[in-house]
């Protein structure tokens, strides 16, 4: 039996140890791992944009960093995690394409970084690791025995942070 929960892009999900959180194709999106050492509960969200205010169809929560992660933190608190225990990692927010211009909207990645980190702060979860920017996607693995989180790319090393 795989031992590894999915999670899809504009999603989240949470998990116990044993079992591992994954997911794959980070781009400019970015995966937020919540985590409580104390009862090993982790949480994974795939998010895709920065500000959910910004967009007319904003129905699913998961999708930004603004709302997704108070929903990721209400889903630990339901099988068992601590708030005030929560420690987060981060991974993704690539450029995934160079425009002729630095025009702000096409810095999605950057942005997702950013207002992760601002929503992070501001419910004062300490991010203790993070994999982000550059150029290239990312997939990654959530051990919440270990509390490492296994980042792959392609050509690229395994980073566990």
Do not use: W
Request: glycine share 10%; proline share 2%; with cysteine.
């Amino acid at each position: 039996m795989d031992k590894t929960i999915k999670v899809g892009m504009a999603d989240a999900n949470v998990c116990k140890s044993p079992y591992a959180i994954t997911t794959l194709g980070l781009g400019s999106c970015v995966g937020i791992v919540l985590y409580d050492p104390v009862c090993k509960i982790a949480g994974l969200a795939h998010i895709m944009l920065p500000d959910s205010t910004k967009i007319i169809n904003n129905s699913n929560k998961y999708k930004f960093a603004d709302t997704g992660i108070d929903i990721l933190i209400r889903d630990m608190e339901n099988i068992g995690a601590s708030k005030r225990n929560l420690v987060a990692k981060i991974a993704g927010g690539a450029q995934m394409f160079s425009f002729s211009n630095n025009f702000e909207m096409m810095r999605i990645g950057e942005r997702n970084v950013i207002a992760t980190k601002d929503k992070l702060n501001k419910l004062g979860i300490r991010l203790l690791a993070e994999d982000t920017g550059a150029n290239y996607g990312r997939t990654i693995v959530f051990y919440p025995e270990t509390g490492l989180l296994h980042v792959k790319s392609v050509g690229k090393d395994l980073k566990i942070i």
